[in-house]
Structure formats: structure tokens, C-alpha cells
């Protein structure tokens, strides 16, 4: 049952227009919760025209999906690659955190990697990053011991790769 004092949230595929939203939910839950990258997470990552890329490159076969509210406010959004398996993003703006946004989201991007024929599902995450690696883990995501490292604006960054079995109907999320 859902609270009535609180916005219907709904999921849609993500069209050019969204993209500046999309990027502001990003900046947004960056600055709440990647707090250990210091500095670079109190100012926007990507420009943009970055956003308007990366959404027009989540057309078919990829996918990108945002959480909208009453008022079609974007309050989260994933993005999955299925010719990889791979959940790409997924990232909820810290006003709509506890309301089951990001669980909603995370569920519709494993069904669409399943439904892609994906029997397992992967992400990358930050390592330092323990609020996403809770929700993950409490999703059935396992890490693999896979690690993958980069600079980005000077700042080494570590993702741990985790993994999820889909061959099942059951949803963990």
C-alpha cells in the first residue's frame, strides 16, 4: 500500500529533453552521497552537452529509464546495457531517498536486462561508496572480486564489479 502524503513515483524511457534533469538528480545525489571524493563531488562532473550525449546514447539497444513524481519531476533515473548485461547507472536525488525509488529502478533495470536474454546482470560501483553497496547487496548483487580503476580529474577512483544471477523470475530489489 502506498503512503497518500506521498508523490505516485512512475517509470518511462528517458527522452533527449530529460537530459538536463537527469544531470541535475546526478549532481545532486553526487554531492550527498560521494562525499569521500572530497571537492569534486560539491561541483557538476559533466557539462551539458555530456548529458545530452549520454542520453542520446542510451537509444535502443541500450536503455535508459527515469522515476518521475505527480508533477513529472525526474527524481532518479538508471540506464542498462543488455548486449553487455551490464546496469549502467543509477542514481536518486536525495530528496526522494526512502521512498522506494531506487529500488523501483533498480528492479526495472534487472527485468530489462532479463528480458534482453541476460542470465546475470553486473555494475561498478565506488568502492568507498557503502550506502550503494548495501542496496545492491540487499538486491542480490555479490561482488566478484573484479576491480576497476581510473582518474578522473586527478582523482584515482576504485569500482568494485558486482553480479547478480537473472536466470530466475524471482526479483530481489
Known amino acids: 500500500m502506498t503512503d497518500p502524503k506521498l508523490p505516485a513515483i512512475r517509470l518511462r524511457p528517458a ?81 526522494a531517498a526512502g521512498r522506494g525509488v531506487g529500488r523501483m529502478l533498480l528492479a526495472a533495470a534487472d527485468s530489462a536486462l532479463r528480458a534482453a536474454g541476460c542470465r546475470e546482470a553486473f555494475l561498478y560501483t565506488h568502492e568507498q561508496n557503502e550506502r550503494a553497496l548495501r542496496v545492491y547487496a540487499s538486491a542480490g548483487y555479490r561482488p566478484d572480486g573484479s576491480i576497476r580503476e581510473s582518474d578522473f580529474r586527478g582523482t584515482r577512483m576504485r569500482e568494485v564489479r558486482l553480479v547478480k544471477q537473472l536466470d530466475n523470475l524471482e526479483t530481489n530489489a
Open 15 to 95: 527522452v533527449a529533453s530529460d537530459a538536463q534533469a537527469i544531470g541535475a538528480v546526478f549532481d545532486a545525489a553526487v554531492r550527498v552521497g560521494w562525499t569521500y571524493l572530497g571537492e569534486l563531488a560539491s561541483q557538476p562532473m559533466f557539462t551539458a552537452a555530456d548529458w545530452d550525449k549520454d542520453v542520446a546514447d542510451h537509444a535502443p539497444p541500450n536503455l535508459m529509464l527515469v522515476a518521475t513524481d505527480d508533477a513529472d519531476r525526474i527524481v532518479g533515473f538508471t540506464a542498462v546495457h543488455p548486449v553487455d548485461c551490464e546496469m549502467y547507472l543509477l542514481f536518486v536525488d536525495p530528496a
